[in-house]
Each structure stands twice: as structure tokens, then as C-alpha cells.
């Protein structure tokens, strides 16, 4: 079996992340493979926020968690000190499809370079909201864009996760 079908069955969620920082040569190699990704027609209209900076990191998680309806003080993001944020722009008709292709080459990438990763949902309604337009526009992004998802990344602390059972009957031939 080839290196990328072993590395598509082991990676898992992961949902307990060591503080430890991770460098941004790791960063950057994961996001390539993000852009890298399949798209419709060959657009590319998917973007990516890298957040490594710990206060607008906590800030996206009370707001992330809020959205979810947890308690206080719970982290959506599992003590993951990075994530990035994939966004597709709106007017593209393929963006949703598009950047989860991002996300998924990104937790791959993540795997192989022996990092955690786990995709973190709500960043449709964070972008949604005026705060989450600002942040867009002090970073420089014009136009109207769409959240798809969250890429939490981190140092794996404890026991790395059980293969799940697969489901039966998922497949049906046609021949």
C-alpha cells in the first residue's frame, strides 16, 4: 500500500493538544498542501487564515464555543496553540466543496509531519458575524467570503486514538 492510502487510514481526530508551539516551517509546509488541493474549474477560491497568536486564538474559541451553546471556559479547539481557518469565497459557485478539499489535504499533510489535527466546525456562522467581517478586513481580504472550517494543529498528548470500526454497506457497485 503507498505512503498517502496509509496516512488517509491512520489519521484521526485529535482532541488533546500539548501547548507546545508549532513552527512555522511545519506551518507552511501544511498550508502548501492546502493550496495545492483540488477546485473547481482551477479557481483556487479558497483562502487560509493562519492564527498562532494566542489572544485572537482564544478569542475565535469563546466565540467558536458560544456559537456551539458550551459552557464558559470550554475549548473547541482542544488546546490546539494553531489553527487554520479556511474560507471560500462566496460567488463561487463550488467554494464549500473547494475548501473542504483544503481542510482535508491539510489534516493529511498535518499526519505526515507527525502533528495532530481536527476539524472544527462554526467558522460559517463566526464569519457571519460583524467581528468575524472586521477581522477579514483589517487582514486585507475584500469580498464576501464563506467559513468552511477550522484546521486545529498541535503536538498530540496522549495516546494517539483508536482505529474506528468501519461501517458496512456503504459502497454499491454498478458493473
Not at 508551539?21 to 482551477?42: C, H, P, R, T
Not at 483562502?47 to 459552557?71: F, H, P, S
Not at 484546521?151 to 486514538?161: H, K, N, S, T, V
Amino acid at each position: 500500500m503507498s505512503d498517502v492510502l496509509t496516512k488517509m487510514k491512520t489519521r484521526r481526530s485529535i482532541r488533546k493538544y500539548k501547548p507546545d508551539a508549532v513552527g512555522q516551517e511545519l506551518l507552511d509546509q501544511i498550508i502548501e498542501a492546502g493550496l495545492y488541493a483540488a477546485s473547481g474549474k482551477g479557481q483556487q477560491a479558497a483562502i487560509i487564515i493562519q492564527v498562532t497568536k494566542k489572544e485572537l486564538r482564544d478569542k475565535i474559541a469563546e466565540m467558536n464555543a458560544e456559537i456551539g451553546g458550551w459552557d464558559k471556559g470550554f475549548d473547541p479547539f482542544y488546546g490546539a496553540p494553531a489553527m487554520l481557518i479556511v474560507l471560500g469565497r462566496k460567488d463561487w459557485p463550488t467554494h464549500v466543496y473547494d475548501g473542504s478539499l483544503v481542510m482535508g489535504n491539510m489534516m493529511l499533510a498535518a499526519h505526515e509531519l507527525g502533528l495532530g489535527s481536527c476539524w472544527i466546525h462554526r467558522a460559517k456562522e463566526e464569519f457571519e458575524t460583524e467581528w468575524g467581517k472586521e477581522l477579514l478586513k483589517s487582514l486585507g481580504i475584500e469580498g464576501e467570503y464563506e467559513g468552511i472550517g477550522h484546521c486545529a494543529l498541535g503536538y498530540i498528548d496522549g495516546e494517539y486514538p483508536a482505529e474506528p470500526a468501519r461501517k458496512e454497506n456503504r459502497v454499491y457497485y454498478v458493473k
